[in-house]
């Protein structure tokens, strides 16, 4: 079984900067990638950033130039960099790891809620 705990979330303002961080229970060098995804109130959830085994990353197109997805296998950890915020960004973020091919494909086309492994999600507010 794999924990996914996230951290970092909080209310900020428009214009600024913020990192979220997933801290894995331990590592698995099975291919897999992991990823950030959002639920706004209202809406379905979205993924957002996406990052594989390779390091090859992808990002949903609101967010491209914004925020960057990285890893430290070192210490099991995804970070989400999240610059130049806006209110549309306000949503509970989560992270998700599960076995993939790309994650490209994985993040457009291929991640389901229920399957793979899921943290509780932590609250990004962010206003103008």
């Known amino acids: 079984q794999l924990r996914l705990t996230e951290s970092g979330g909080g209310s900020w303002q428009a214009g600024g900067s913020l990192r979220l961080s997933c801290a894995a229970s331990?590592?698995?060098?099975?291919?897999?990638?992991m990823g950030w995804f959002r639920q706004a109130p209202g809406q379905e959830r979205e993924g957002v950033a996406a990052?594989?085994?390779?390091?090859?990353?992808s990002y949903v197109d609101s967010v491209k130039g914004r925020f960057t997805i990285t890893r430290d296998n070192a210490e099991n950890t995804l970070y989400l960099q999240m610059n130049n915020l806006k209110p549309d960004d306000t949503a509970i973020y989560s992270c998700?790891?599960?076995?993939?091919?790309?994650?490209?494909?994985?993040?457009?086309?291929?991640?389901?809620?229920?399957?793979?492994?899921w943290g509780q999600g932590t609250q990004v507010t962010v206003s103008s």
């Open positions: 990052i594989d085994t390779d390091g090859t990353t």
């Open positions: 331990r590592y698995t060098d099975s291919p897999h990638c």
């Open positions: 998700a790891a599960d076995l993939c091919s790309s994650s490209e494909i994985w993040l457009q086309y291929t991640w389901r809620p229920e399957v793979g492994f």
